[in-house]
């Protein structure tokens, strides 16, 4: 009997996630941070308001009306100014949601489903390049408003597709740019040279642009895809000075007439080289040959004046610095928090004799403090189910961390130390609604007392304790003006300012009660000063090309992290004579920013919001698909609403060759509660007796599950229940095709479960999937609840283990073991889908690479697979400006050992092995793809098989 499984079940899968899709397609115009998506669940006594002026609707919590008002001044100021400068102007209302759910400084915004912003309530407070702004929520609002105009540009036959299908994703064709095109034009306007505010004037952008003309210019294929390869957001970089380039050269207006011309193009990365000869002249690699020597020519100056002077030299103790690291000094030993890319998060402490040890390894610290006794403290962000990402204060105690805040969003925390007899008390910092706090805890991390609280004008940075306790010293902000350096009588509660410069004064750390030591960027780029607050003299302690940063003071030496080409090193400042001295007034200078807020205005009172407005599908996209057998058209929808809560996607097709229906149904609500419904045929011809039968069997699945019902140990434990239902049949014919052929019985799949979830698994920068710790699951299901032709129960345990080998290797092991009784559906093992798994019960089928699918079945199974996966290379490289390139290549050596069988039967393993080698296929400049070419060896003289097979898809 020949069998054809023929296309129109990928179809139908295809139909089924076309939601997905829809997202997938509009993934790289889902800009300027990770798509965090839902907002946090709503506590106790909070309530989301909507207040809505002529462009905008802003969604807030009702304690955060002041913020939406000045959100929604900034978004209304912007709007002529944006939508002049960029020559186009949305047609709808931008949905603005106010959010403060992270410990973090960011935002995004996209055009998908709607034009939406998502603004988090956290203005940047030191160790980032966010802090050449005059007011966060205008910085943040201007970029994000950028992207917005950008790309909901459509002109011509997009335009004309928009008007018939919607907000579909092949109206967008500014979404389809390589990253540093989008990027760059929001760093580009948020930027003013004349006002000093903006990354794309900073010197800290200034810094990493000239260590990159030093050190050889990306080529226009390693900027396209910016994915690992330093500098981290090198988009951002480049794209900035791209468009600054653009403009000095070819002005304004050519850029619009560029921008204008591109959003007619239905297929629009095919037109990229083409539309911008059309209006340059050249193509993009003559562009950026021309790109090249600009720079060269800018930075020219600077690194003449720089090299004019003798470099300070250094000792370097460490060069894994792949981001700026937190520091502290307990007076003897210099203490940094270890991210490197390729091994976890660790505490790492430098002896006097050079000798590193690590003292603790863990996960998304932020912020280190050491006191004389070598206690450590710090803060991390913690993962919270309710979609919170808050950060709390830890300290280790025999090595193993405790845990002495809870929920209290300390981003910061240093030792106040009262003497060694007396108890040691904590100065936190806290950034909650946007508004910066100290207070006063105990050694224990209980709240004794605020000692300062500021207003919405105010950030608090970087600070530290003087040995005395008496006072401490910060980077802060003020309204309309820069970052200087204050004092803070802890007594008192009073402010003393040190600085009023126009330069970034950061790091500030005590000497001894009268001398202080910080980074600041007086001149070309940030070099180590010491000041004396006596005679408030300065001396300058480095002169470095690149710069300097988190000055430590140890022992009488200063360790820094110096910035290079590759990354922060840190290094000793060897001994040496002082490179200048000078007077602090020297420095004086001052911003006076504009006031944002001057011009309130009009907005509507605002209302409860209502997810309704939003919530209707903006788009619809036609699906058609068909061959010998049949013939499918139909439609897919999707929609969500403002805060993200709700969330849908919906499709329907028919077959016009045999009368069918089908379609699909997915409903989230927040990470609380899923629903799906599908309706799909699978079709096969089969040879009966020299007769052509059509078999078309129907499989209708519906599930409804509430996860995350409970949770625990930072959200890593989660606990989900939910019913599971199958129901499949092959059909009988209908009068104009009575010939379908009935080979297998009808069968229905009733099942209630619970799952209990646990991953504490980490992935890192430079290594291949998972690299450390465990993913595991325990399901249980039951036939016995829901009408089912099986009756027994089922219990599935799949448990993943990782381990971090040196390098960028890992050793992954992964065992599933699946019981079922009574009659249950039996289980199916073979084939080399890893991946199968569309939903969270009802799972019947594993895989066994070199052998056929379901090459074993039963109601038992166990299989086991063992991999050693390690990075080959880093290509990072793109297909000039086509929307395809390569990222890391891997390999992959693989073990696979199982079995399925019928209770009181033999087990009868099968093994496997085989090499994968795996790439990142990077699609439309930011996607991605995990591609696994392989080769597989079934030992078993029967059953096994040899293969080469090619899987798209993340390994377990």
């Known amino acids: 009997m020949a069998c054809l499984h023929n296309s129109l079940r990928?179809?139908?899968?295809?139909?089924?996630?076309?939601?997905?899709?829809?997202?997938?397609?509009?993934?790289?115009?889902?800009?300027?941070?990770?798509?965090?998506?839902?907002?946090?669940?709503?506590?106790?006594?909070?309530?989301?308001?909507?207040?809505?002026?002529?462009h905008f609707a802003v969604h807030f919590l009702s304690q955060h009306q002041p913020q939406a008002q000045r959100a929604a001044t900034i978004a209304e100021t912007q709007w002529p100014l944006l939508t002049q400068r960029l020559g186009w102007t949305p047609q709808d209302k931008i949905q603005?949601?106010?959010?403060?759910?992270?410990?973090?400084?960011?935002?995004?915004?996209?055009?998908?489903?709607?034009?939406?912003?998502?603004?988090?309530?956290?203005?940047?407070?030191?160790?980032?390049?966010?802090?050449?702004?005059?007011?966060?929520?205008?910085?943040?609002?201007?970029?994000?408003?950028?992207?917005i105009i950008h790309l909901d540009m459509a002109r011509g036959f997009p335009a004309s597709v928009r008007k018939v299908l919607g907000r579909n994703p092949l109206t967008f064709p500014h979404a389809y740019q390589p990253g540093f095109l989008i990027e760059g034009l929001a760093v580009y306007t948020e930027t003013d040279h004349q006002l000093g505010l903006g990354r794309g004037q900073s010197k800290g952008y200034d810094m990493q642009m000239r260590m990159e003309v030093l050190n050889g210019i990306d080529d226009l294929n390693q900027v396209t895809i910016s994915l690992r390869d330093w500098p981290l957001g090198k988009h951002y970089l480049y794209g900035a000075y791209y468009y600054q380039f653009l403009t000095e050269t070819y002005g304004e207006e050519k850029l619009r007439q560029y921008m204008a011309l591109y959003s007619r193009n239905i297929v629009p990365f095919v037109f990229l080289n083409p539309d911008v000869k059309k209006v340059y002249g050249k193509s993009y690699p003559a562009l950026w040959n021309e790109f090249k020597g600009w720079l060269e020519q800018k930075f020219e100056p600077q690194i003449t004046a720089l090299s004019a002077q003798d470099t300070t030299a250094l000792q370097t103790v460490s060069n894994e610095g792949?981001?700026?690291?937190?520091?502290?000094?307990?007076?003897?030993?210099?203490?940094?928090?270890?991210?490197?890319?390729?091994?976890?998060?660790?505490?790492?402490?430098?002896?006097?004799?050079?000798?590193?040890?690590?003292?603790?390894?863990?996960?998304?610290?932020?912020?280190?403090?050491?006191?004389?006794?070598?206690?450590?403290?710090?803060?991390?962000?913690?993962?919270?189910?309710?979609?919170?990402?808050?950060?709390?204060?830890?300290?280790?105690?025999?090595?193993?961390?405790?845990?002495?805040?809870?929920?209290?969003?300390?981003?910061?925390?240093?030792?106040?130390?009262?003497?060694l007899n007396q108890p040691q008390r904590l100065i936190a910092k806290r950034l909650q609604d946007g508004i910066s706090q100290l207070d006063l805890l105990s050694e224990n991390g209980e709240l004794l007392r605020t000692l300062w609280q500021g207003s919405l004008d105010d950030v608090l940075g970087e600070y530290t304790v003087a040995a005395d306790g008496k006072t401490l010293v910060a980077t802060v902000k003020r309204k309309n003006q820069g970052w200087n350096l204050e004092l803070f009588d802890i007594t008192t509660g009073q402010w003393q300012a040190l600085t009023n410069s126009k330069a970034i004064e950061t790091g500030p750390q005590f000497i001894n009660p009268h001398t202080l030591i910080y980074a600041a960027d007086y001149d070309q780029t940030y070099n180590i000063y010491q000041l004396d607050l006596n005679s408030r003299q300065v001396t300058q302690l480095s002169h470095l090309m690149g710069?300097?940063?988190?000055?430590?003071?140890?022992?009488?030496?200063?360790?820094?992290?110096?910035?290079?080409?590759?990354?922060?090193?840190?290094?000793?400042?060897?001994?040496?004579?002082?490179?200048?001295?000078?007077?602090?007034?020297?420095?004086?200078?001052?911003?006076?920013?504009?006031?944002?807020?001057?011009?309130?205005?009009?907005?509507?009172?605002?209302?409860?919001?209502?997810?309704?407005?939003?919530?209707?599908?903006?788009?619809?996209?036609?699906?058609?698909?068909?061959?010998?057998?049949?013939?499918?058209?139909?439609?897919?929808?999707?929609?969500?609403?403002?805060?993200?809560?709700?969330?849908?996607?919906?499709?329907?097709?028919?077959?016009?060759?045999?009368?069918?229906?089908?379609?699909?149904?997915?409903?989230?609500?927040?990470?609380?509660?899923?629903?799906?419904?599908?309706?799909?045929?699978?079709?096969?011809?089969?040879?009966?007796?020299?007769?052509?039968?059509?078999?078309?069997?129907?499989?209708?699945?519906?599930?409804?599950?509430?996860?995350?019902?409970?949770?625990?140990?930072?959200?890593?434990?989660?606990?989900?229940?939910?019913?599971?239902?199958?129901?499949?049949?092959?059909?009988?014919?209908?009068?104009?095709?009575?010939?379908?052929?009935?080979?297998?019985?009808?069968?229905?799949?009733?099942?209630?479960?619970?799952?209990?979830?646990?991953?504490?698994?980490?992935?890192?920068?430079?290594?291949?999937?998972?690299?450390?710790?465990?993913?595991?699951?325990?399901?249980?299901?039951?036939?016995?609840?829901?009408?089912?032709?099986?009756?027994?129960?089922?219990?599935?345990?799949?448990?993943?283990?990782?381990?971090?080998?040196?390098?960028?290797?890992?050793?992954?092991?992964?065992t599933a073991n699946a019981y079922a009784s009574g009659q249950s559906k039996p289980f199916t093992l073979g084939g080399n889908d890893l991946q199968f798994s569309d939903t969270l019960f009802g799972r019947d089928s594993w895989a066994l690479r070199g052998y056929d699918d379901a090459v074993r079945a039963g109601t038992r199974l166990n299989v086991n697979t063992l991999e050693w996966r390690t990075q080959l290379s880093s290509i990072e490289r793109n297909l000039g400006v086509l929307p395809v390139g390569l990222g890391n290549v891997g390999a992959n050596l693989f073990i696979d050992h199982g079995a399925a069988w019928q209770e009181g039967q033999s087990s009868d393993y099968l093994t496997s092995a085989g090499v994968e080698l795996s790439t990142d296929l990077v699609v439309f400049y930011a996607m991605p793809l995990p591609v696994r070419l392989g080769y597989a060896h079934g030992f078993d003289q029967h059953a096994g098989k040899d293969e080469v097979y090619l899987t798209v898809g993340y390994q377990f």
């Open 10 to 54: 990928l179809l139908s899968r295809v139909i089924r996630y076309t939601g997905l899709a829809l997202a997938l397609a509009l993934a790289p115009a889902i800009v300027s941070a990770n798509n965090e998506g839902a907002v946090a669940w709503v506590l106790p006594g909070e309530e989301w308001k909507t207040l809505e002026t002529d």
């Open 547 to 814: 710069g300097a940063l988190a000055p430590q003071w140890v022992d009488g030496k200063v360790f820094i992290q110096n910035y290079n080409a590759r990354g922060y090193q840190h290094s000793l400042i060897k001994p040496g004579q002082p490179v200048a001295q000078f007077a602090l007034d020297e420095t004086q200078g001052q911003y006076n920013y504009p006031d944002p807020y001057q011009q309130p205005v009009s907005h509507s009172e605002g209302r409860d919001y209502s997810p309704w407005p939003t919530l209707s599908p903006t788009r619809w996209m036609p699906l058609f698909g068909g061959d010998d057998h049949a013939t499918l058209a139909g439609a897919a929808i999707d929609g969500a609403d403002a805060l993200l809560r709700h969330s849908y996607i919906a499709s329907y097709s028919y077959d016009f060759d045999n009368d069918l229906n089908a379609g699909s149904l997915q409903y989230f609500y927040d990470n609380k509660w899923q629903f799906s419904a599908l309706r799909e045929h699978s079709y096969r011809e089969h040879d009966i007796n020299g007769e052509q039968r059509l078999q078309i069997r129907r499989s209708d699945v519906l599930e409804l599950a509430r996860i995350n019902l409970l949770h625990a140990f930072e959200n890593r434990l989660q606990f989900s229940v939910g019913i599971h239902s199958d129901q499949e049949k092959d059909l009988t014919g209908n009068n104009d095709n009575p010939a379908y052929v009935q080979m297998l019985p009808a069968t229905k799949e009733g099942l209630f479960g619970a799952r209990l979830d646990f991953s504490n698994a980490e992935a890192y920068l430079n290594t291949p999937g998972y690299s450390w710790g465990h993913n595991a699951a325990l399901i249980w299901e039951t036939n016995n609840v829901i009408d089912s032709d099986y009756d027994g129960e089922v219990i599935n345990l799949n448990w993943s283990a990782y381990a971090d080998l040196p390098g960028s290797s890992v050793l992954a092991f992964n």
């Open 96 to 147: 603005m949601v106010l959010t403060d759910d992270f410990d973090a400084s960011n935002g995004w915004a996209t055009p998908d489903p709607f034009n939406q912003i998502r603004v988090f309530l956290s203005p940047p407070d030191g160790g980032t390049t966010l802090e050449a702004y005059d007011d966060w929520l205008n910085l943040l609002i201007t970029h994000e408003l950028t992207h």
């Open 322 to 419: 792949y981001t700026l690291d937190a520091s502290a000094s307990d007076g003897r030993n210099y203490y940094y928090l270890r991210r490197n890319g390729d091994d976890r998060q660790a505490i790492v402490r430098i002896s006097p004799d050079g000798k590193q040890q690590t003292l603790a390894q863990l996960q998304g610290a932020t912020s280190l403090a050491v006191n004389p006794r070598g206690q450590l403290l710090y803060t991390r962000l913690t993962s919270r189910a309710d979609g919170r990402f808050w950060s709390d204060i830890f300290t280790l105690e025999n090595g193993r961390e405790k845990r002495l805040t809870e929920a209290s969003r300390y981003r910061e925390v240093q030792w106040l130390n009262a003497g």
